[in-house]
């Protein structure tokens, strides 16, 4: 079965900023810094890692992972890409979506450097990912401070083997559907480029906003125009599991009853409430093994979900057993083996186009 996972990561190294050394950009490269722990400490940094990045004045997670329990190094920083793909093989996955990481921390002010970060981070990967024949994609970064930068960026990403832009619930402290966003959604809309709303950190280094502005931007685009006003926009939710759909559901499934209040004899079911939702709306989610899938598949989502190990990373969406435990979902009877190949294979590929 030619899997798709549909959310994989890389860890940025000193390479992944090579291309900037000796220009006018390079005061903008991001530096490792070791800290003693006990300095890490005092400093109010949390975890267990003595390593960070220094970028712009400030710092913000460079984690160290282990060589046993994670892919490699040399597979996480793609210095062996021939190796990381046959990895992929052994996993039985054809195709591997990649997302980044430092970027899920990173925030800044400065629209200079945010381009040259940004730019700079896309062709290092369309470099990496370019001689896989398509087994290595990547969902590519954008300069949202100058949004028309970011749609010629855009452009040059699609031509260069990008399936999907990197987008987080609360970018520049505004909402997904702020119009500032606007020429970037016209821009992929055309190009036929998803929009991948990833968790991220835009504000803080904290986990709060694991799953909230997921939720809020499911909301957001639900309720307006935003799906109608750009006709081939599709959107992902991505690493915030799916066990917020019953609850959102039944927010925007609120409006439809205060309506027919007085009206309706016998209340809905929750999943009844509203049945095209998913589809309607273009929304895909990545579903984590902790989901309830057969309850989750009442909502109309069958057509709309996806799943990925999280490849490289180490949080609680990391898992590198997802496809064995879809087909442990098949075996228990909760889901059936059409669903399990939509799941695995067909969903992931219509979302990003491949």
């Keep these: 079965m030619s899997i798709i996972d549909a959310d994989t990561h890389i860890d940025e190294s000193e390479s992944t900023w090579a291309k900037l050394v000796g220009t006018e950009y390079e005061k903008y490269i991001p530096v490792t810094v070791n800290m003693p722990s006990e300095v890490k400490q005092h400093a109010g940094y949390r975890g267990l890692d003595t390593r960070m990045w220094l970028v712009e004045n400030h710092m913000q997670n460079r984690a160290i992972r282990d060589e046993i329990n994670h892919p490699l190094r040399v597979y996480r920083e793609l210095e062996d890409v021939p190796g990381r793909i046959a990895h992929m093989d052994q996993m039985g996955v054809e195709v591997q979506v990649i997302f980044p990481t430092f970027f899920i921390r990173y925030t800044t002010e400065n629209a200079e450097a945010e381009w040259a970060l940004t730019t700079t981070y896309n062709r290092w990967l369309a470099e990496k990912c370019s001689k896989?024949?398509?087994?290595?994609?990547w969902a590519t970064m954008l300069p949202f401070m100058r949004?028309?930068?970011?749609?010629?960026?855009?452009?040059?990403?699609?031509?260069?083997?990008?399936?999907?832009?990197?987008?987080?619930?609360?970018?520049l402290n505004r909402t997904v559907v702020d119009p500032h966003f606007f020429p970037v959604y016209e821009e992929a809309s055309a190009l036929d480029l998803p929009m991948c709303i990833h968790t991220g950190h835009p504000i803080t280094d904290d986990e709060w906003d694991r799953g909230f502005p997921i939720m809020h931007?499911?909301?957001?685009?639900?309720?307006?125009?935003?799906?109608e006003r750009?006709?081939?926009?599709?959107?992902?939710f991505i690493e915030a599991g799916a066990s917020w759909i019953p609850y959102m559901v039944?927010?925007?499934?609120?409006?439809?009853?205060?309506?027919?209040?007085?009206?309706?004899?016998?209340?809905?079911?929750?999943?009844?409430?509203?049945?095209?939702?998913?589809?309607?709306?273009r929304a895909f989610i990545t579903i984590d093994l902790i989901d309830d899938v057969a309850n989750i598949l009442k909502f109309g989502t069958e057509d709309n979900l996806m799943i990925g190990t999280d490849y490289s990373h180490t949080d609680i969406?990391?898992?590198?057993?997802?496809?064995?435990?879809?087909?442990e979902w098949v075996n228990d009877?909760?889901?059936?083996?059409?669903?399990?190949?939509?799941?695995?294979?067909?969903?992931?590929k219509g979302f990003y186009g491949i």
């Design 217 to 227: 931007s499911f909301t957001e685009i639900v309720t307006s125009n935003l799906p």
């Design 230 to 236: 750009f006709p081939n926009l599709r959107f992902g």
């Design 317 to 327: 969406s990391a898992n590198l057993d997802a496809f064995q435990g879809v087909q």
């Design 250 to 281: 039944s927010q925007v499934g609120a409006r439809t009853r205060q309506a027919e209040r007085g009206q309706e004899k016998v209340l809905p079911e929750l999943y009844d409430l509203a049945p095209d939702l998913f589809q309607k709306n």
């Design 132 to 137: 896989t024949d398509g087994r290595l994609r």
């Design 147 to 171: 949004p028309e930068a970011a749609a010629e960026e855009l452009r040059w990403a699609k031509d260069n083997g990008a399936c999907g832009f990197f987008k987080r619930g609360f970018d």
């Design 333 to 348: 009877g909760r889901i059936t083996d059409s669903q399990a190949r939509k799941l695995l294979i067909d969903n992931a």
